[in-house]
């Protein structure tokens, strides 16, 4: 089983619309997840992290975790052009400093 | 968030020849790690940097291969060794200040191996 498993892509929305990206990770004792963005040819840039249970709104990026679930998720409301890219789900494992990357979602945003 | 210098950007090798990759911190970091990003893929950890001592290899990677130095809180080296095609890929480096926090990386070195 892979650490971190984002839901298969390419997902492609409508401007305006909202895009939501999804992510499971099988290390239950992991306490900390992060959202990057990585445009064609360039590289990861952070976008989003949450430690706690629930939502965390920043601009138009929602995050949400339920370790219970072992499920964070990423929303994107509002979708513009430039949100096109790919989203990599990152956790950090347990007791390590090392983060653990997700395959990525392509998001494609039509305008 | 520190800001990270990578060099080169690109370059384009002969097999059977090394690349060293030079990551400069403008500020002194906790951790450095060194990731492969294969084209289309995620990316995948190589090694965690350790300053003054040897670095910590993942499975599959092998210090002949990729020998890493760190010899201080700001600098690193990764050196790709007999180098094939299938090497050929993005080499990231990647900084963090410890355990639970975010990782920040650099610009990136595209290798491409002929």
């Known amino acids: 089983q892979k650490e971190v498993e984002q839901n298969s892509g390419p997902l492609s929305v409508p401007e305006g619309a909202i895009a939501s990206l999804n992510c499971t990770y099988s290390d239950r004792g992991s306490q900390s997840f992060f959202w990057y963005r990585q445009y064609s040819g360039k590289s990861p840039e952070l976008i989003m992290f949450?430690?706690?249970?629930g939502d965390k709104e920043d601009g138009r990026f929602t995050a949400q975790l339920n370790k219970a679930s072992q499920y964070v998720s990423l929303l994107i409301r509002d979708s513009q052009p430039s949100d096109s890219a790919t989203y990599l789900c990152a956790v950090n494992i347990s007791d390590d400093y090392k983060l653990s990357f997700g395959a990525g979602t392509t998001v494609t945003v039509r305008a | 968030s520190a800001v990270i210098s990578q060099k080169p950007s690109r370059d384009i090798c002969q097999r059977g020849t090394s690349l060293t990759i030079q990551c400069q911190v403008d500020s002194q970091v906790t951790m450095m790690f060194w990731y492969r990003q294969q084209p289309g893929q995620s990316l995948t950890l190589i090694a965690t940097?350790?300053?003054?001592?040897?670095?910590?290899?993942e499975s599959g990677f092998v210090i002949d291969k990729f020998p890493i130095s760190r010899p201080n809180l700001t600098f690193s080296t990764l050196t790709v060794s007999n180098m094939s095609p299938e090497d050929s890929s993005i080499y990231l480096c990647?900084?963090?200040?410890?355990?639970?926090?975010?990782?920040?990386f650099g610009q990136g070195t595209r290798l491409t191996v002929v």
């Open positions: 990647s900084v963090s200040e410890g355990l639970n926090t975010e990782a920040f």
């Open positions: 949450i430690y706690s249970n």
């Open positions: 940097a350790n300053q003054g001592s040897e670095a910590t290899y």
